[in-house]
């Protein structure tokens, strides 16, 4: 399984980023597909997963304001990143969660998946 991710920048708050990752070695239509994010000095942290089943989790801090979708004839999973705040500020990392599917609990925790993309930098000014 090979992932790579694309989409990231620098961009003043408020504005808007839409990361992409496109997957490679798989039956990409029956995994998971999200992302983990890094800052500086911290742990990386969940942030969305788009899950086989059709439901989608959101971290806390970005409820309303990104957005996680996936077209899976790509291969690909989409971050639509709205009203970006300097807090958002990190490495976006996509994942992919291959079968067994992790339960509702693990999928917030980054050392449950196996395959991880290159990672992009987003940047927010405030």
């Known amino acids: 399984v090979q992932l790579q991710a694309s989409g990231g920048g620098l961009v003043q708050a408020g504005e808007s980023l839409r990361l992409s990752c496109t997957a490679s070695g798989g039956t990409f239509s029956r995994y998971g597909m999200g ?4 800052a500086p000095g911290k742990e990386r942290e969940f942030v969305a997963l788009s899950r086989w089943t059709g439901q989608t989790n959101y971290a806390d801090s970005v409820k309303g304001r990104f957005t996680l979708s996936r077209d ?5 999973v989409y971050l639509q990143m709205n009203s ?3 807090e958002d500020t990190a490495i976006y990392y996509c994942v992919v969660d291959t079968p067994p599917a992790k339960i509702q609990s693990e999928i917030y925790f980054a050392r449950g998946y196996d395959y991880w993309g290159q990672g992009t930098q987003v940047t927010v000014s405030s």
């Open 35 to 38: 992302w983990f994010r890094q």
């Open 72 to 76: 899976n004839a790509k291969n690909t």
């Open 84 to 86: 970006l705040k300097h």
